[in-house]
């Protein structure tokens, strides 16, 4: 099992900057993909970043120039990054942490992310 639990949500005006973070524990080795999802109300959920094993990159195009996902490990855990600039109403969302490993989801409980305009 991989546990996994998000911070650095809130409200902020348009133009500014957050980052959100998440703390992935449990069965963490050979997690294959990790990443950043958002769900708007009444929308799908979609893509935001992700950072695949090997350390490349994927962003939807919405956000390219704009968010940047990193990565960290520690002992027991390993950290997932969101730096958001440039936000804008339209990334309003909560925004949920994600690990793939062996073909198995796992998610975080969510982060409220409010843009104003």
């Known amino acids: 099992q991989v546990q996994l639990v998000e911070s650095g949500g809130g409200l902020v005006q348009a133009g500014g900057s957050l980052r959100l973070s998440c703390a992935a524990s449990g069965s963490i080795l050979s997690i294959n993909v990790m990443g950043w999802y958002r769900q708007a109300p009444g929308k799908q959920r979609e893509l935001v970043a992700r950072?695949?094993?090997?350390?490349?990159?994927?962003?939807a195009d919405s956000v390219k120039g704009r968010f940047t996902i990193s990565r960290a490990s520690a002992k027991n855990t390993v950290y997932l990054y969101l730096q958001m600039n440039g936000l804008k109403p339209e990334d309003t969302a909560v925004y949920y942490c994600n690990a793939l490993k062996n073909v198995k989801d796992y998610w975080g409980q969510g982060t409220q992310v409010t843009v104003s305009s």
């Open positions: 950072i695949i094993g090997s350390g490349s990159t994927n962003y």
